[in-house]
C-alpha cells in the first residue's frame, strides 16, 4: 500500500507540470529557480489526458448504410491517431524549449518526461521521487478565465502529499514571502519545511496571521523562534478579520513575492477547494502560493 503520511522531502528532483496554457512560461521559470535553489534535478513532465474520439450513439446503419457507417468509423479512427500524434509532437516540442529555457536559467540536469493519462494519477505515481511539484494555477481550457481554476489543480492538491508551488501568470524574483500561519499542525509543518528547506534561505520573511493580538494563536512563538534559529528575521503580522481577508490584503500592503499556506488534507476533503481559504486565495492572489500538505 501507498505510505500517504509524507514527511517533509529533503531530497528528490522538481518536476515542472506543463501544458500548452499561458502558464507554461512561469512554471517552467519557477521551476528553474527552484531547482537551482534546491540544488536539485529538474523534470519537464507533459502528461497527455487520452480523450477517445467516439461517433454519435445509436445505431444509424439504417439510415445511413452499413458500410458508410464502417467507413466512418474508420475515418474517425484514423482522425483520432492523426490528433494523438500531433498531441505528442506538439507536448516534445514544448517540454524540449522549456528543457533548454531552464537550462539558461540556471536549472540542474534539466531533461524532459512524456506520460499518458490523468495529470493527477501521473504524479501520485511519480511523487516518491519528486521533492517539489510546480504547476499553473489554470490549464488550457480556463487560463483566460481568471474566476475559475483548473480542474487538474483541484485534482492535484487532493491527490499528492509532496510540496506544490502553484504560479502565477508571470514570473517574477522571489525575495520576500509570507508564511500564512493559524496554529494548524500543517502551517507549523511549513514553519519546519522553511526553516530546514535552502529554497528560501536569505530571503525576507513574514508571518501573517488573521485574528486579534489578545488572542495568538497556539505555537506562535515557536515559529518565530524557530525561524530566528534557522537565520531568518521573520516579521510578525497580526489583523483582525477573516482568514481569506487578512492574508489577501497582507500580501497586497507587503508585496510579497510568495505565499506558503497549508492545504487541507483527506480528511476535509470536502472543504479542500469548494468554499475554502486555499481556493479563495488561489484564486485571488496574483503570486505564486506553496501548497503543503
Not at 39 to 65: F, M, N, Q, W
Not at 88 to 116: C, D, F, K, S, Y
Not at 239 to 247: C, D, L, Q
Request: aromatic share 4%; hydrophobic share 40%.
Amino acid at each position: 500500500m501507498k505510505n500517504t503520511e509524507y514527511e517533509i522531502p529533503v531530497d528528490g528532483k522538481v518536476m515542472a507540470c506543463l501544458d500548452v496554457s499561458a502558464y507554461s512560461h512561469s512554471v517552467t521559470d519557477y521551476a528553474a529557480w527552484a531547482s537551482k535553489r534546491l540544488e536539485a534535478d529538474l523534470t519537464c513532465l507533459h502528461v497527455l489526458d487520452h480523450k477517445t474520439v467516439r461517433p454519435a450513439s445509436g445505431d444509424y446503419s439504417g439510415a445511413i448504410g452499413m458500410d458508410a457507417k464502417s467507413h466512418l468509423l474508420d475515418e474517425l479512427a484514423e482522425l483520432e491517431a492523426k490528433q494523438n500524434r500531433m498531441a505528442i509532437q506538439q507536448g516534445r516540442a514544448m517540454l524540449e524549449q522549456a528543457a533548454a529555457h531552464a537550462t539558461e536559467a540556471g536549472a540542474l540536469n534539466a531533461n524532459v518526461l512524456q506520460r499518458h493519462g490523468p495529470l493527477a494519477q501521473a504524479l501520485t505515481e511519480l511523487e516518491d521521487q519528486v521533492r517539489l511539484f510546480v504547476l499553473g494555477k489554470r490549464g488550457e481550457a480556463a487560463s483566460l478565465n481568471s474566476d475559475h481554476l483548473g480542474a487538474n489543480l483541484e485534482r492535484v492538491v487532493r491527490s499528492v502529499h509532496r510540496p506544490t508551488l502553484v504560479t502565477s501568470r508571470e514570473f517574477r524574483p522571489v525575495n520576500t514571502f509570507g508564511i500564512a500561519f493559524d496554529g494548524s499542525p500543517t502551517t507549523h509543518k511549513c514553519v519546519r519545511m522553511v526553516a530546514m528547506s535552502p529554497l528560501l534561505k536569505g530571503l525576507e520573511c513574514h508571518l501573517i496571521v488573521a485574528g486579534k493580538s489578545s488572542n495568538r494563536p497556539k505555537g506562535l512563538d515557536w515559529a518565530i523562534e524557530h525561524l530566528t534559529q534557522a537565520g531568518f528575521s521573520p516579521e510578525l503580522h497580526i489583523e483582525p478579520g477573516e482568514a481569506e481577508r487578512v492574508i489577501a490584503d497582507q500580501v497586497k500592503a507587503l508585496d510579497l513575492d510568495l505565499l506558503i499556506m497549508g492545504a487541507y488534507g483527506h480528511s476535509r476533503i470536502r472543504y479542500l477547494i469548494v468554499g475554502s481559504t486555499t481556493t479563495t486565495l488561489l484564486r485571488n492572489c496574483h503570486i505564486p502560493i506553496l501548497l503543503l500538505r
